[in-house]
């Protein structure tokens, strides 16, 4: 598998205000660790960030992080963005061992038209990525499940889908992934019976003028 090649550079003040002053001058401020090294800070280009983000899935991407000149490959484990703003908080790098396992969510990719569409059913998609042990170096970018033969009724489950060699998948291998489902009945509008609807409302009619009649009588009898 390919790296992808994020300039970095080191930093010895951490703290919200330091962050907040990184943002404001065009950089993110993130840390890299791993088992092997101490948490280290550092700060990305905001711009050349973003862009490379618009190209990669950066969960299952490996990077070739090069930080004040030392080249590391790492895994993005979480980007922090703010709330409602389009902007990136920080950015948390995991550094890589050679010969150590990772665990990642890999997104899942239908293929094929299901046969219980083509009869009028609807994909209920429950999962939507397989979380998966792997070496680093062969991180699939996705993982494909064919739902050509899914009936109305039936469902896919975890055990059903075979695996890329080198993977192990850690989700329920009974977990249901997707389901074929039958297209849902439309119900008939209900018929509103005027006359009926009528009938129940005259004698609140009649009711409301028998009582005015009665106070105006009573009215009368007062002057």
Do not use: W
Not at 45 to 68: A, G, I, N, W
């Amino acid at each position: 598998m390919a790296t992808t090649p994020l300039s970095a550079a080191g930093r010895s003040d951490t703290g919200k205000g330091v962050a907040r002053k990184l943002r404001a001058a065009g950089r993110v401020p993130g840390v890299i660790y791993g088992h092997a090294r101490d948490p280290r800070a550092l700060s990305l280009d905001t711009h050349e960030f973003e862009l490379l983000l618009e190209k990669v899935s950066y969960r299952t991407t490996v990077f070739e992080l090069d930080l004040d000149g030392t080249k590391s490959n790492a895994l993005i484990r979480e980007v922090q963005r703010h709330p409602y703003k389009k902007e990136i908080l920080h950015v948390d790098f995991q550094e890589l061992v050679a010969g150590e396992k990772v665990t990642v969510q890999v997104p899942i990719v239908y293929l094929g038209s299901s046969i219980g569409v083509k009869e009028g059913g609807i994909i209920d998609q429950i999962m939507h990525e397989f979380t998966i042990r792997v070496d680093p170096m062969t991180i699939p970018s996705r993982i494909e499940v064919d739902i050509t033969n899914l009936a109305i009724g039936r469902s896919i489950h975890v055990g059903d889908v075979p695996m890329p060699a080198g993977v192990e998948v850690l989700d329920d291998e009974d977990a249901t992934i997707c389901t074929c489902a039958a297209p849902k009945e439309e119900k008939a509008p209900e018929v509103v019976d005027a006359a009926a609807v009528a009938a129940v409302a005259e004698p609140e009619v009649l009711s409301k003028g028998k009582k005015e009649e009665e106070e105006g009588a009573e009215a009368e009898k007062k002057a």
